[in-house]
């Protein structure tokens, strides 16, 4: 019986890159969305929410639902779940909107 | 093949889940230019999600029970000369001129660079599937908590589990299919969930017996969970989540026939993942923003009126698959096809193998019969409402509580989730109501079946578009013109 | 099902709200009847701008001033309930023509009682950070507020002790022999009143064709797009000078002229295109197109932002742009309050002030005679 998802498909996939959550360093294998890369690593969680700060990550899985909006390279409101992962990538905990930098 | 701007496609088919795959490669072999289009990167849609290349699986099939089926459209795609827009999601289609449909897509919304896509065809088919219904809980919006086919796509795309000890729970036959997939992947299940009761197909007894194979989907899966020691409650739900940061625990309580949960019946289970959804709605929006007929599904959504041919109430614009009701993948492939043939008899007069369309007809019937069944079971009961506290989010987005749902209909005069949304911003967010609709509809009618039935959500745009883009001027990025190859966004495998 | 009062308002939506909620300050029992849910119709499609600032110098001028007097009282014990801001609006112009246009208006305007202070280019910035750098100069009106129309209509529903019965639509006026209103039929039975107040915005027609009379109301289609949610990136309500040019033209083509403001729930808004097409809600991507390409000229910074949304309302208009508030010269007992275009949220209570003084017998705020339902019907107001 298989104990992984990639031992039941006999993924043999190419070489595993690093990408980072908030400055720490995780594995991600090629052909991974981000959110399936934070998953594989145990990250459930990487946005706040606007109203009470609370934590959200994947949810619908398929693009829906947008509560998997991530900060990527800078650039905010990133569906991790579509998105693919790619060497070097830096999530970073999206707080609220994830633009705070245009108040005024 | 059109190679110029001006040139319109035959037909524009959006979506390359089962439907759009059959209705592209029958109505392309049938002579008509075609171009398929998919927000996603990869053909196969919901149910024939895998892996991206590059995670190398040599065995997807292991994820599949009907893998061969997936291979053959696929190798018929790529035998045909249909062009293939993938990684393009659709925000809207429009009626130009000269009998002439517009649909007007971005490309590289996930990490390309973005960019305004727009093409021209005779008669257009909407095969854009459908996504989850969920009732909120206690304790729904924890991580951890995902929907059920959400962990499912997951896994299938990307190889990846939201815990090791998950339970699934919700209401309807795919429940099955993903609690024997998570399990076979190597997670445990400590139980599957399921509201109804699964005895209440036996009033539609006809409409089972007509569909051997769903039964024998049903007992495979069936089989393999008892196989993986994953113990069903029927007549149950997950009516609250625990945990603070993330989901530790849940409780599953007994229902009684209106869906209450019946007190002192709640059972905590201990897991790091929660897997729930309660059966699948239609998407319909683009057809819906061009004025096409819906009707209420036995079970209370709402999917697209179509005739016998898979035409929708807009003539031109054709129909298949779980937008027409939410049916499953063969269902969806019948109808692809029924439609390819009829939009290529209307264009061009084509009529090949009456006798095989008259099978697919009667497959079809069947299939929707037994579809109509099965949403008759699982529709949901109005005492769910009584899972919720105050202060349980309904509206994921904007965070809005069931108290305030309640107080915009008892005190402030909304009937309908359309007012909830204007006075409390419940489906006025990110996701436009798709994760909360149902169960403000239902909070609005106070809980019961009576009340203002809802009508299908208006979405104008399908997909957020980047308000640049959208200004950006009419008459550049025809499809027809793209400069690289055939097909756009990574050729699939 | 019989029911009586002694004014039934037909029509929940703001301008029907207004009108109850003054009628039963004034000591009037009033029953208001709706079609649909509170808010259904134009109301909830509306922007929620109360604007001094695109009027031209005349009535209409009047009955926005005394409206945003009757906001800002409205809003003091539920300021946060109906969103309202006083957040005032800037009018820019990208060229010295433009600004010689605004000068001149403005000019008129202050006569009237409006606020206008202009602003040289170079200060722009400093009331909106992210305006386009290249524009030409602007006034500033302090007057200038907003409210959410939704959460306004059913908040000042809320406050009026009318009686409210919803989701059923009337059909028909009841007279007496003498020609007198006694009442109106709906779908489920009737309701009886010695006045009814015509409030059904774009609908104003149809239900002055049931009582036997008529009124030429009729729909003009405008598009609002919605963003992402965002922090404050716009301050005021900012918009350019051909929106006043926009506003008052009697074209039937598609116009667009960028209106753009934040919320405070965080999307910005951007309206509103304005064109006369009955009441199709077919998307027009020409319509969009141009509103996101005027406001990103507005604010560069919002090219990168996404509309999440987008959709359609038709603002109930009169050939002469004017709103119909008083008595129907036809049938006694009678009264209209609708055809108020693209203000109706902005003018409400003036409306509704105007109209409770009118069935109380106390005095007017205003002079009515500008805005007398007579002026369609050829007769004289009574
Ligand atoms: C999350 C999820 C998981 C599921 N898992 C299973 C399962 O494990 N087993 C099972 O039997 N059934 C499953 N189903 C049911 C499955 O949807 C159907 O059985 C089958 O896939 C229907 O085929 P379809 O062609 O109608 O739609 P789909 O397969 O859903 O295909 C629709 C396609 O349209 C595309 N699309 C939608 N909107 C747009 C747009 N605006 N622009 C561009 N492209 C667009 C989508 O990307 C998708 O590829 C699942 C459904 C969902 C929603
Ligand atoms: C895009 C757009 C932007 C706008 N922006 C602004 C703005 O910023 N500021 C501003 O001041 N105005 C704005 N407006 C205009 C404003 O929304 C309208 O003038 C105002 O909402 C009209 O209100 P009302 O109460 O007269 O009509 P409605 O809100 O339409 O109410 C009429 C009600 O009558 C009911 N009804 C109709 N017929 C019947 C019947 N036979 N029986 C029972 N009920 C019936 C309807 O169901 C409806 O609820 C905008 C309009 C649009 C379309
Ligand atoms: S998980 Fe729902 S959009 Fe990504």
């Not at chain 2, 037994?370 to 769910?384: E, Q, S, T, Y």
């Not at chain 3, 779908?187 to 409030?199: E, I, L």
């Not at chain 3, 403001?261 to 309206?271: C, D, K, N, Q, Y």
Request: glycine residues 12%; proline residues 7%.
């Amino acid at each position: 019986m298989a104990r992984t998802p990639s031992e039941l498909v006999r993924a043999e996939p190419g070489p595993p890159f690093e990408i980072t959550v908030d400055g720490r360093a995780i594995t991600a294998l090629p052909g991974q969305s981000i959110a399936a890369a934070l998953w594989c690593a145990g990250v459930l969680a990487w946005r706040s929410t606007r109203g009470g700060g609370r934590p959200r990550g994947a949810f619908c899985g398929i693009g829906q639902c947008y509560d998997c909006l991530a900060t990527v390279n800078g650039e905010p409101n990133r569906r991790a779940c579509l998105v693919p992962a790619r060497p070097g990538d830096a999530i970073t905990t999206q707080e609220g909107h994830g633009r705070a930098g245009l108040g005024v | 093949m059109p190679d110029s701007a001006s040139e319109p496609y035959d037909l524009a088919v959006i979506g390359a889940g089962c439907a759009g795959l059959a209705g592209a490669v029958t109505a392309s072999e049938l002579g008509l230019r075609v171009c398929l289009l998919d927000g996603s990167g990869q053909v196969g849609g919901q149910f024939f999600r895998h892996p991206a290349p590059a995670l190398g699986a040599l065995r997807p099939q292991a994820l599949h029970h009907d893998w061969p089926a997936f291979a053959a459209l696929r190798q018929r795609l790529e035998a045909s000369d249909t062009r293939r827009l993938l990684g393009h999601q659709v925000w809207t289609v429009t009626r130009g001129s000269g009998e002439l449909w517009t649909v007007h897509a971005l490309s590289g919304v996930d990490g390309g660079a973005e960019r305004p896509v727009r093409v021209h065809a005779r008669a257009v088919l909407l095969a854009t599937g459908a996504y989850e219904r969920q009732l909120p809980f206690p304790g729904w919006t924890l991580p951890g908590v995902v929907a059920a086919g959400g962990a499912q796509a997951m896994l299938k795309s990307g190889l990846a589990l939201p815990g090791k000890r998950i339970v699934v729970a919700g209401s309807g036959p795919l429940l099955l299919a993903v609690a024997s997939s998570l399990a076979a992947a190597g997670a445990q299940v400590p139980a599957i969930v399921e509201a109804s009761g699964y005895l209440r197909y036996v009033t539609h007894a006809r409409a089972l017996v007509a569909n051997p194979r769903k039964v024998l989907q049903g007992a495979v899966h069936g089989a393999s969970l008892l196989r993986h020691r994953v113990r069903p409650h029927s007549r149950s739900a997950v009516t609250a989540a625990h945990g603070t940061d993330r989901v530790e625990a849940v409780t599953v309580s007994r229902l009684d026939q209106d869906w209450r949960p019946v007190p002192g019946t709640g059972r905590r289970i201990s897991c790091d993942a929660l897997a729930v959804g309660h059966g699948l709605v239609p998407q319909i929006e683009l057809a819906t923003g061009l004025g096409c007929a819906t009707r209420r599904t036995p079970d209370g959504t709402h999917a697209l009126v179509l005739d016998g041919r898979q035409e929708t109430s807009v003539p031109g614009v054709w129909a298949a698959g779980e937008t027409g009701g939410v049916g499953g993948w063969e269902l969806a492939r019948v109808e692809g096809e029924l439609a390819g043939r009829a939009v290529a008899f209307r264009l061009r007069g084509v009529l090949v193998d009456p006798a095989r369309v008259r099978e697919l007809r009667r497959r079809r019937d069947r299939m929707r019969a037994f579809a109509d069944a099965m949403a008759v079971a699982h529709a949901p009961r109005p005492g769910w409402t009584h899972w919720l506290d105050d202060d349980t989010d309904v509206c994921r987005c904007e965070e809005v509580t069931a108290r305030r749902v309640r107080e915009a209909a008892a005190e402030l005069g909304a009937r309908d989730a359309r007012t909830v949304k204007l006075l409390t911003r419940a489906g006025m967010g990110w996701c436009q109501g798709r994760m909360c609709a149902a169960a403000v509809a239902c909070l609005a009618a106070g809980g019961g079946d009576e009340g203002v039935p809802p009508s299908p959500e208006r979405r104008p745009l399908a997909v957020p578009v980047p308000l640049g883009l959208l200004g950006s001027p009419a008459g550049a990025d025809e499809a027809g013109a793209d400069e690289a190859g055939i097909n756009e966004a990574g050729a699939d495998e | 099902m019989g029911d009586s009062s002694d004014v039934i308002v037909v029509g929940a939506g703001v301008v029907g709200a207004a009108c109850a909620y003054y009628a039963t300050r004034s000591g009037l029992s009033v029953t208001v009847i709706d079609r649909g849910p509170v808010a259904g119709g134009t109301t909830g499609a509306g922007e929620g701008n109360l604007l001094v600032s695109d009027k031209e110098p005349g009535p209409e001028l009047e009955l926005a001033l005394l409206s945003t007097r009757l906001w800002r009282e409205l809003a003091e014990p539920l300021p946060l309930q109906i969103e309202y801001e006083a957040k005032g609006g800037l009018v820019v112009a990208s060229d010295p023509a433009g600004m010689d246009t605004l000068r001149e208006l403005a000019r008129g305007q202050e006569k009237a009682g409006v606020l206008a202070e202009e602003i040289p280019a170079d200060r722009l910035a400093e009331l909106e950070p992210h305006l386009a750098p290249d524009l030409a100069g602007g006034f500033h009106y302090p007057q200038d507020a907003q409210v959410q129309p939704a959460l306004a209509a059913a908040h000042l529903l809320r406050a009026s002790d009318a009686r409210i019965r919803l989701g059923e639509e009337v059909t028909g006026i009841l007279t007496a022999t003498t020609g007198e209103v006694t009442g109106v039929r709906t779908a489920t039975g009737t309701v009886h009143a010695p006045h009814v107040v015509n409030a059904t915005g774009t609908w104003g027609g149809e239900l002055a064709q049931r009582a036997g009379t008529e009124l030429p109301v009729l729909p003009r289609r405008g598009f609002v797009l919605v963003t992402e949610p965002l922090p404050r990136v716009v301050r005021h309500k900012v918009y350019a000078a051909d929106y006043v040019r926009d506003v008052a033209s009697d074209s039937a083509a598609l116009q667009t002229s960028p209106v753009v403001e934040g919320t405070p729930a965080g999307p910005v808004l951007i309206g509103a295109s304005r064109e006369r097409v009955g009441f199709d809600r077919t998307l027009s991507v020409e319509a969009l197109r141009r509103l996101a390409a005027q406001a990103t000229a507005l604010f560069p910074v919002l090219a990168g932002v996404r509309a999440v949304r987008a959709y359609a309302g038709f603002r109930p208009y009169l050939p002469d742009h004017l709103p119909a508030i008083g008595r129907d010269p036809r049938v006694p007992g009678l009264l209209h309050a609708c055809g108020h275009e693209g203000a109706g949220i902005g003018l409400a209570p003036a409306t509704g002030a105007l109209i409770a003084g009118m069935l109380s017998g106390g005095p007017l705020p205003l002079d009515p005679a500008p805005f007398s339902p007579a002026r369609f019907v050829g007769g004289a107001a009574p």
